[in-house]
């Protein structure tokens, strides 16, 4: 079983809809969740960090279940700039990898008119 | 303005000929990291540096060196590069620790070609 699991995608869905995309990871020690933006062969870059009690922002809402080891991100009011590929990232491993992030693959998303 | 960079953004290079790609932080992070990102495979670390002179393998180290000497600089050597090694790579730092004030700062990648 993998670290940190995503539904690849692609997600394609009409300008305005609401999507979710979920991701499970393996290790119950893990402290730190994110969820981070990664356009087309650039750098990922943070989105949003996901709290225990969930946060938002804007159209954005992400949410974390330890019990079920599992976090979400939902986009609400989708735009045509929301299409990149969203990686879930869950972190520290507090193992042999020292501090280290793990990544999932990422979900890609299109948003179409 | 906090920043990652990493040079070169591309490189073509031949198979055998060493290389070395840098990266440098300015937010004095503690822990550095490079990451290869292949297609289906997603980031996968090589190496990361939780302090000056303090570096260990990731996943796939094989085929890298890193140093770090510097708290700011932590470059990836590539002392025989093949085929295999053509990938695009981050660089990334961030706070040692946990908890949501540690996320990852991405350098804006390198492509490289081994031929």
């Known amino acids: 079983r993998k670290e940190v699991e995503q539904d690849p995608g692609p997600f394609n869905v009409p300008e305005g809809a609401t999507v979710a995309f979920n991701c499970t990871y393996s290790n119950s020690a893990s402290q730190s969740f994110f969820w981070y933006r990664q356009d087309c062969r650039k750098e990922p870059k943070l989105l949003m960090s996901v709290y225990s009690s969930g946060n938002e922002d804007g159209r954005f809402t992400a949410q974390l279940n330890r019990a079920s080891q599992y976090i979400s991100l939902l986009i609400r009011d989708s735009k045509l700039s929301d299409s990149a590929t969203y990686l879930c990232?869950?972190?520290?491993?507090?193992?042999?990898?020292?501090?280290?992030?793990?990544f999932g693959t990422g979900t890609q998303l299109k948003v179409e008119l | 303005e906090a920043q990652v960079t990493q040079n070169p953004r591309y490189l073509i290079t031949v198979t055998g000929k060493k290389l070395t790609v840098t990266c440098s932080q300015n937010?004095?992070?503690?822990?550095m990291s490079w990451y290869r990102q292949d297609p289906g495979l997603g980031l996968r670390q090589i190496y990361y540096?939780?302090?000056?002179?303090?570096?260990d393998k990731g996943d796939v180290p094989e085929g890298y060196k890193v140093s770090r000497k510097e708290k700011r600089n932590f470059p990836l050597i590539l002392e025989s590069p093949s085929p295999n090694q053509t990938s695009l790579y981050f660089c990334?730092?961030?706070?040692?620790?946990?908890?949501?004030?540690?996320?990852?700062?991405f350098g804006q990648g390198t492509r490289l070609t081994v031929v």
């Open positions: 990232v869950v972190g520290p491993i507090l193992t042999g990898g020292g501090n280290k992030l793990t």
């Open positions: 990334a730092s961030r706070k040692q620790g946990m908890g949501p004030n540690t996320e990852a700062f």
């Open positions: 937010m004095n992070h503690e822990y």
């Open positions: 540096s939780m302090n000056v002179e303090v570096t």
